[in-house]
């Protein structure tokens, strides 16, 4: 590469502008936005230039073409509209009217054409009063001109979908502008009309179809009108690579076949190095996913709110994407809420990925690596990684018998689905396992459970009435209660099915109960708060 392209790169990532001074009454002439690499043959480039120091209420024209070395040109497109005009152009072509200023700008589509030779060039802008027929003294900015054969390309096809806006930009990793390009044209017959570059913009401003001629076998990024989109290896030259279109929820991308391309957002709920140096997890509001790299996996902390891109894939029939590249968007964030689960619903495979805390269960058998859990609804392992540092051994009163608490990442491994808790913080023994006594009178003790539960749920019953009438009140008086009433309702739903469990299995229905009047205490504590202010 010679020095005076990669200077000019580096001056417009500085926000810098390279520019010259044209023949006098024409103006000087500076470029805002232009590839440093650029395409032999019909694929075009965009360029974003403006022109100063003219004269108020004149109309202008220009040439925006490319010169090598010996005297050969390539042309441009006959329209500052962009695609819908109606082919390329050697002459001049409309600049605009300056009105009261005098300044006009303007998006040109430039292509080098087979005429020029790959090498080093420059990118030729002449501008002159449209009513005179004189030659400018050009203008003159380098850029590199490669062969078709031998150039990467990025690709967006309407198999892959829209999106929105129309600037297209590839960068490299120190952000030198390397493929510049407008949706369209593209020399390319997209829709099977029979007539190349004929496509519309679309709804809403979209892309569209488009092609960025770009060196191969570089790591490099795409914005689109100035939005990070999605990071793409070029591949081998003359071959084409789809850009992802749109950003997946990671429910969708889940539910996608492997080998399949997809770029996800959320938050990191199990950090590198929790169960592996390769791997984490995130989350979204509604799935999770874990996220790996057997190489250069990032150091993502508990919390960041990140974006990824990589590959769909299953180990073990747990669904994981192998990322290529991984953004952080934000960091020091509160880390999501775990969602509540049954130690039979942690098991699901629709909870695979995803934060869950299993409140007020029972251990039924422990070991060395893992222990299991049942609340009534089903059996739940709970397996404990060496990476974690959690062992049995370090909670008093843990036991067969011991009621606990459990917060872990719902994953598989084969056929087999666990729930990993990620810290010690995550396992509470709420009630010690019981010291063995004598045995007892089975009966009894179910229908002593069984008053209790009676007796929780009572008051659960006049909890919810009492934090009623307050949300009544609150919302009477026109008062914010979003912060209470999501409360109040999960309160509700939890109540609901204390009442149904209650004959058939008190244990659980007691533990829906308590859990119901903790969540009510707070409810009624929060609209205390809110009528008070």
Known sequence: ??????????????????????????????????PLYVARGDTPFAVRFAVTGLMPHTDYTYTARIHRPGGTYGSFWSDNSGKEAPGWRTAYSTLGNTGEGTSLSTWAHVRAGTSVSAGNAVLRLRVRVKTSSGSPTPTDFPLIVMDASSAGWFRNSRTTGYVGGNVVEVRDGGGILMGLVLSEPNGVDDDGSGVVDDEDYGPLGNTGDFRVAVPSGMSLTTTIDGNLYAPTEIVNAGRDKDIPAIFHSIEQAKELSDGSYVHVSGVVTAPKGVFSKSEAYIQDAIAGIRICKSNGMP???????????????????????????????????????????????????????????????????????????DDGSGSARISLYPSTGISTKRYAGFGVGAVVRVVGIAGQIDDAHELKPRFLSDITVLIPAPIPRPPYNLPQIVAAMAQTTHTNIVKAERL??????????AEKRGLDVSGCDPMFYEAERLLSKAHKMSQGNPIASNNFALRAIEILEEVIRCLVAVLGS
Not at 1 to 16: A, Q, T, Y
Not at 318 to 342: D, F
């Open 299 to 373: 150091n993502l902390s508990l919390g960041d709110r990140v974006d990824v891109s990589g590959i769909m894939c299953e180990k073990k029939n747990e669904r994981e994407i192998q990322i290529s590249m991984a953004w952080r968007e934000s960091s020091g964030n509160m880390p999501p809420p775990p969602h509540i689960a049954l130690t039979a619903d942690s098991m699901c495979e629709e909870n695979e990925g995803l934060l869950l805390e299993i409140f007020h269960a029972t251990v039924t058998s422990t070991g060395k690596s893992a222990f299991i859990l």
């Open 1 to 34: 590469m010679n020095k005076k392209p990669l200077l000019f790169s580096i001056m417009l990532l500085l926000g810098m502008v390279y520019m010259s001074e044209n023949v006098a009454g024409d103006g000087t002439i500076a470029v805002g936005m232009m």
């Open 464 to 473: 919810k009435s009492a934090a009623a009438q307050l949300l009544s009140k």
